[in-house]
């Protein structure tokens, strides 16, 4: 815990740094650098840093174009436009022949704040995770964004990162290890289990602390590995605690909720309450009062605890 | 200073083109589906292309330092297949299998499948941006293969060709030669009723490429404007090749309704009668 970063920084700093170590790390982006970071490693290493201009489409074509020659492109732009205006370039020109680029995008979900609805994605988990072959990570903070950044240099294949704009606190420690497919578990309990991911984590935290006052235990899991997801993990809270609070700054169709969802269902349907946003767009404002008026916040997710430990069966 | 096929080159061309057409009128009669007019109106450029110029060894289909093709304009991948076929990469009895369950052959190039295949393809408009990455990344590497990317007419409609058409000029990509397969008919109609990419050079000319125009089905010609490429410094180059749709069998060329249809069994009997009486 302690000082506040964005995840975009983190990477900007992660990617510079990688760019060091790997040769074969090269930086694509479509005129947002100052605002993605990529530009810090565009400073260290501009041989190896290209700006496409406007040109989302073209953007995903010529990072799979290097991918196919051996490089590894990973590629900045908005979340928007990285999993919108070029879906299908991500679709057929990267998922479909597997090649190895990484889509690190950033100012994702409600938190662009000010910019409004057109530039906030709060789609692009869920229509990252329906593509075959692509590998989606949302960090939590800082350190997660490093680990997932490095982790995605080494994996050879798409990978989709979902970064922030704003500054979030840390979450974790220097000792942190992420894994790939696996859930880290930041609060043991015995009551619930709150389950989420990226800007959402810290806030989970802190309902966490709050429920004890309130006699309620709960387990908090950063689910930063969206897909593959800790089916286990997900398994054994269900098991251990009985009901799942799910959080994510995203569309409460297709993103986090809906893949702890399906695993729970096929596996072991206990209730579920699920925080996101409720299937509308949303609007100009500062992150702090669109998480408030959007009920993404730490009071939120205690409501949502209680609500879900009282659907629980009488045993 | 063109260098000039030698006779004997010219004449190999021929049965390998006439081959390649034998083959794409087969394959797509036997699927009962696809793309034979377009297939057919490239051949000569894929047979001058993998018989006389690429440096591609179908024993090392992956090599780093191999020249690429990119077939941008993906559903003409009947010609891609049968000039791989006739390059060694796959047997040519497998051409039968085309777009049939479990087969290699997809109804649009998949690379992680056939070997030669450079690249995915099949949704218009991508081609070219992978081109430019390859294209940039033996620069990068200062490898000295050259990349190749074939697209068509009616593809240039898509706007993702146009912001490949700026990227590959501005970081000087010399070592791509693009061509447009120019036969003026897209699958509604002629391209100029449909939505007019009209002019085609002129419009290649202004986003900074070196531009040659030639007749798509003269073999000198097209080797000569891959050779004129080669000499161009900090430019990519389009070579405009004007082409015929289902060229090398009367009934289809220049015919829309050929696009994308499959001849019958008596029609790709004629047919194969009509190509095999072609001069080599």
Not at chain 1, 67 to 88: C, L
Not at chain 2, 18 to 46: C, F, Q, W, Y
Not at chain 2, 155 to 183: C, I, R, S
């Amino acid at each position: 815990m302690g000082k506040e970063l964005a995840t975009r920084e983190a990477y900007g700093l992660a990617l510079k740094d990688l760019g060091d170590r790997n040769k074969n790390v090269v930086v694509l982006d479509a005129d947002l650098s100052k605002s993605t970071k990529t530009n810090v490693f565009a400073k260290a290493h501009p041989d190896r840093f290209f700006n496409v201009g406007i040109a989302e489409q073209n953007l995903m074509g010529v990072a799979a174009g290097l991918a196919a020659a051996g490089k590894i492109p990973f590629v900045s732009t908005f979340a928007m436009f990285a999993t919108g205006r070029a879906f299908e370039q991500v679709r057929n020109s990267i998922c479909y022949p597997e090649l190895n680029v990484k889509i690190a995008a950033t100012h994702a979900g409600l938190t662009v704040g000010e910019d409004g609805a057109s530039h906030q994605s709060i789609e692009d988990i869920a229509i990252m995770r329906v593509l075959p072959n692509m590998t989606v990570i949302v960090p939590a903070d800082a350190t997660e964004t490093k680990q997932a950044i490095d982790f995605a240099a080494e994996y050879k294949g798409p990978v989709y990162i979902r970064l922030g704009r704003s500054a979030v606190p840390n979450v974790f420690g220097e000792a942190y290890e992420f894994r790939i497919g696996k859930a880290a578990l930041l609060t043991d309990g015995t009551d619930v289990t709150i389950i989420a991911c990226g800007v959402m984590v810290a806030p989970a935290r802190h309902a966490a602390e709050q429920l004890i006052s309130q006699g309620i235990s709960a387990r908090v899991l950063d689910m930063a590995s969206i897909k593959p997801i800790d089916k286990e993990a997900i398994i054994a809270a269900a098991r251990d605690t009985g009901a799942i609070v799910t959080c994510e700054e995203h569309s409460i169709i297709g993103g986090l909720g809906s893949a702890v969802a399906e695993v729970l269902v096929e596996n072991t349907p206990v209730p579920v309450e699920r925080l996101g946003v409720m299937d509308t767009f949303g609007e100009s404002g500062t992150p702090g009062d669109l998480l408030k008026k959007y009920n993404l916040t730490e009071e939120a997710i205690v409501a949502a605890a209680k609500k879900v430990v009282s659907r629980k069966p009488i045993k | 200073m063109s260098q000039k096929l030698t006779p004997q080159q010219l004449t190999e061309l021929a049965r390998r083109a006439k081959s390649i057409r034998g083959n794409i009128v087969r394959m797509v009669t036997e699927a009962k589906s696809g793309h034979p007019g377009g297939s057919l109106s490239a051949a000569d450029i894929l047979t001058v292309l993998y018989f006389a110029e690429m440096k591609v060894d179908p024993a090392n289909p992956k090599d780093a330092d191999r020249d690429r093709f990119v077939l941008s304009k993906g559903h003409a991948a009947p010609v891609l297949y049968a000039t791989l076929a006739e390059k060694g990469y796959l047997p040519k009895e497998e051409l039968l299998t085309l777009r049939k369950i479990n087969s290699r052959l997809q109804g649009h190039p998949e690379m992680k499948k056939i070997p030669g295949v450079d690249m995915s393809t099949g949704s218009l408009g991508q081609g070219l941006s992978a081109a430019n990455g390859m294209a940039l990344a033996g620069k990068l590497d200062a490898r000295d293969y050259r990349v190749y990317a074939l697209l068509g007419d009616g593809e240039l409609e898509e706007g993702q060709v146009w912001e490949a058409a700026m990227f590959a000029p501005h970081y000087k990509l010399d070592n791509l030669t693009a061509f447009v397969d120019f036969n003026g008919l897209q699958i509604d109609g002629p391209i100029s009723e449909v939505m007019s990419p009209l002019p085609i050079p002129e419009k290649w000319q202004a986003f900074g490429w070196n531009v040659i125009v030639i007749d798509g089905h003269d073999y000198n010609a097209i080797y000569d404007a891959v050779q004129a490429a080669k000499n161009v410094k900090d430019k990519p180059t389009m070579i405009v090749a004007k082409t015929i749709k289902g060229k090398g069998v009367c009934q289809m060329e220049n015919v829309a309704e050929w696009h994308g249809k499959a001849p019958t069994r008596e029609e790709c009997t004629t047919f194969l009668a009509e190509l095999e009486a072609m001069d080599d």
